[in-house]
Every structure is written in C-alpha cells, then in structure tokens.
C-alpha cells in the first residue's frame, strides 16, 4: 500500500510539472493546480463516502484547519518548485518534512529525540543542503520553495499525527479536502481573467479553446460555485 500511495505522489508532482511547465502547452500557476489536486480529491473522496456511508463523529475543527491550511501550503509549494527545478531534487528535498516534524514534536507533542534520530536528522539535512547547491554558480533558489515546502509539511505532520488519536481516517480525508477545496477556491479567482480570454478569443478571432482550456476554466467555474454556495449558506 506503500510503494502504490508512493507512486501516486508521485504521479501527481509529474502531472503538477506538466501543467506548470510548457510540456502541455501554456503554464498554469501553482495555485491554480493545487486547486484542481484538492477539488478532484475531494471529489474521489466524496464518490467513497457515498458508497461507505462513514458517520461522522466529533469534529475537531481547529485541528483540521490548521492540517489543511499547512497541507494546502506544502502541495502548492512542492508544485511551484518542480515547474523550476528537476522533479526528483524536489521530491527529495520535501523529504525533509519528517525532519521539521520530529524537531516541532519536542515542543509541541513533549515527545523525546535519541541521538540515533538526532543523527539521522542531520544526514537528512546535510542532503538536503548539497541539493540545494549553495554556490553563486549553481544555487537555484527555486529549491527553497521545496525546503519551505518540507518545513510547512512537517507541520502538517504534527496536526495529522493528533487527528488520527481522535477520528477515523476517511472522516479526516472528507474533511481535509471539503477544507482544502474552499481554501485554494479563494486564490484561483484571480485567474478567471483566463476564462474571458478564452470566451473573447472564441467570439472575436473564432479560436477554440484546447482541452486544457477547458479543464482549467470547468476547475476555476466548479470552485467559484462552490464558494459562492458555501457563502450563501453562513450568511444568516
């Protein structure tokens, strides 16, 4: 179960560089793909919920919005890194994140560190640092995008590690995702700028959208209703 949740992290930075890169035609920005990743998430979560039918128990709001609010930072950090640095040297700088977390569980969680974690905390970093390639000649800073990326994620790790002692792991993810999808709705709205392109070029220069158009406007339309609706419902 590992290796496959391994190879599907994968496969999403992979797509996330497609699309943030000109491999699939024009560049999307990292926040807007973040928002794709959470409203299709959300959406295969949502389709399991259906058919499970879990009954959720108490929610620990704080809890949730503090792991989605760090979750949704590192996801868009790690996609803006890959858009500029090789996919595997972000991958493996993000890898830090159990790092950050071990070092916040001593405040945070009272949890106690050995001198074998401590040094394996530092072979980590010590990695971590030779990718970053700290010369004038060969340091690309887009790769402290990705150690932001792990430090914000370790964090995260510290949230998730309190929620799973409380609620059950497909009330976390339902929950996770109906957040994360509100979250990263609020920032794309910027870019609906792309939509009206789209629909001038069609009406004035009779250009068709490609497919990637069309899917980039369906997410950004999707989460403004979303929110649009989500707002209508907590005004009194």
């Given at each position: 179960?590992?290796?496959?949740?391994?190879?599907?992290?994968?496969?999403?930075?992979?797509?996330?560089?497609?699309?943030?890169?000109?491999?699939?035609?024009?560049?999307?920005?990292?926040?807007?793909?973040?928002?794709?990743?959470?409203?299709?998430?959300?959406?295969?979560?949502?389709?399991?919920?259906?058919?499970?039918?879990?009954?959720?128990?108490?929610?620990?709001w704080?809890?949730?919005?503090?792991?989605t609010?760090?979750?949704?930072?590192?996801?868009?950090?790690?996609?803006?890194?890959?858009?500029?640095?090789?996919?595997?040297?972000?991958?493996?700088?993000?890898?830090?994140?159990?790092?950050?977390?071990?070092?916040?569980?001593?405040?945070?969680?009272?949890?106690?560190?050995?001198?074998?974690?401590?040094?394996?905390?530092?072979?980590?970093?010590?990695?971590?640092?030779?990718?970053?390639?700290?010369?004038p000649?060969?340091?690309?800073?887009?790769?402290?995008?990705?150690?932001?990326?792990?430090?914000?994620?370790?964090?995260?790790m510290?949230?998730?590690k309190?929620?799973?002692?409380?609620?059950?792991?497909?009330?976390?993810?339902?929950?996770?995702?109906?957040?994360?999808?509100?979250?990263?709705?609020?920032?794309?709205?910027?870019?609906?700028?792309?939509?009206?392109?789209?629909?001038?070029?069609?009406?004035?220069?009779?250009?068709?959208?490609?497919?990637?158009?069309?899917?980039?406007?369906?997410?950004?339309?999707?989460?403004?209703?979303?929110l649009?609706?989500?707002?209508?419902?907590?005004?009194?």
């Amino acid at each position: 179960m590992i290796l496959c949740a391994s190879a599907f992290i994968a496969a999403a930075t992979l797509l996330a560089k497609a699309l943030g890169t000109e491999t699939m035609g024009p560049p999307l920005h990292a926040l807007q793909i973040s928002h794709g990743r959470f409203i299709f998430a959300f959406a295969v979560v949502a389709c399991a919920a259906l058919v499970i039918r879990p009954t959720l128990t108490k929610i620990h709001w704080r809890l949730h919005i503090g792991r989605t609010v760090f979750g949704w930072m590192g996801v868009t950090l790690v996609f803006a890194a890959v858009a500029y640095i090789p996919m595997a040297d972000a991958t493996a700088i993000t890898f830090v994140n159990p790092v950050f977390a071990m070092i916040l569980a001593i405040p945070l969680l009272g949890e106690k560190v050995g001198s074998v974690r401590w040094l394996a905390a530092a072979i980590s970093l010590t990695g971590a640092l030779i990718l970053l390639r700290p010369t004038p000649d060969s340091f690309q800073p887009a790769a402290l995008l990705a150690l932001a990326a792990a430090f914000v994620t370790g964090i995260e790790m510290i949230f998730i590690k309190k929620l799973t002692g409380l609620e059950r792991v497909l009330q976390i993810l339902i929950i996770n995702n109906l957040i994360g999808v509100a979250i990263a709705s609020v920032a794309v709205f910027s870019y609906a700028v792309l939509v009206f392109a789209a629909l001038y070029d069609f009406a004035i220069f009779d250009l068709v959208p490609d497919w990637i158009s069309v899917v980039g406007a369906g997410v950004i339309i999707s989460g403004a209703l979303l929110l649009a609706i989500r707002e209508g419902r907590v005004r009194p």
